[in-house]
DNA sequence: GTCTATATGTAGATAGAC
DNA sequence: GTCTATCTACATATAGAC
């Protein structure tokens, strides 16, 4: 049964790195879990870091074909284009509602995303910015329409705040920031108020980036 | 010269942790860098957890003092209470103008904090926790007086969005989402950035957790 | 306080039988 | 493909001379 080894490998693989790290994590740890022989590591993947990019291949995979596949939606209807929400969505969602069976699958994928962002592997993030930026890139470029004031760049960085309110709140490190896994709020939910969350900071920016703008349309909203 | 070795070790192992993650750096390398002796880290700080300890208690106890400096001065002026964005000022740009000679300083220090964070060590974040926790508490305070409608977990965990974009984007793990550390803006500008993008998304949630909000304030700035 | 030398544990990887 | 046994390297920590 070599695809099963292979198979329980992965998943034993994906459940200890997100909880432990990639690093901090033993191999015997992962081959003890699953089931299988030390060798079998090295048989199948070759490394540790093989199987890790085995890992994290599989889900990049499944999580940026889903949000592509919402994307190219999106672009299809091309009389009226896409809007801020909608784009967002097609960001984040995926990214929560990943494993069909465990409400919280997807989120322990997140965490696992920024586990290996904190490895100070470089092959690792060489390997992550192939299976990453290219997506980014789509999207930033989709986003541009909607948000007309802000440049590329200023655009990508505040695309950073996005991203990082969604990986590091989604992957409850400590537990004390984030409660979420106590109230055990689903992850659509989740996702409607990082959208909105996310929607509401990239106009703001765009409004403020305009370079006629009176005071700047969503200052005002604050208890100003 | 005792405080001396001390202090080597301390700046060394705080500038190979930020670089490389604690667990990950060995302390050999940091008694290299210290120029001191394998030795030195066991007689001075016992073991290599309370050295990671006191690395990042001296930078927590000036961001978080510096903090609470601002936010004291903000509920001082008590005829008129302070608004979200003073308020997100005072907890954002503490975290990225610490250092005094080096603008990059102060994303040094998060990006170590983002690793602390990532390693699984419980004492480690038991650790943290002691030393922050207080600190977004009174934060949390403050700002449920200019959000008025979202009660305390919401804004809690909306907090942990601003947490997020503020770790992580300034972190710059993979330095390919982010690309600060390229176009050198310095820290005041981004804290003001993501000021103004934390008080557009909150301000939005809590306009939406208003029970008689017509259709939401904010959403009428989106492009829908 | 600082050093040398070393104890002790555990990591990833592999050789070779089955 | 899977196993046992082992190699090699390096980690933290400490004992004890100076």
Redesign the pocket.
Known sequence: ??????QKLLDAAESLFSQQGI?T???????ELA??????????F??????AREVLRRRLDELNSERLKRLDQLEAQDDKPATLDQLLEALIEPALIMSRDDALGGMRFVRLLARAYAENDRELHRFLREHYSHVMRRFARAMSQALPEMDAANLRWHLDFVIGALTYAMADFTGHFSHMNQIHIDAKTIAQHLVRFAAAGLSAADAAAAPSTPTGTARTLLGG
């Open positions: 049964m070599a695809a099963n080894t292979r690093t994590t033993p191999l015997r740890q992962i081959t089931g299988a022989n030390l060798a079998a590591v090295n048989y199948h070759g490394s540790k870091l093989g199987l």
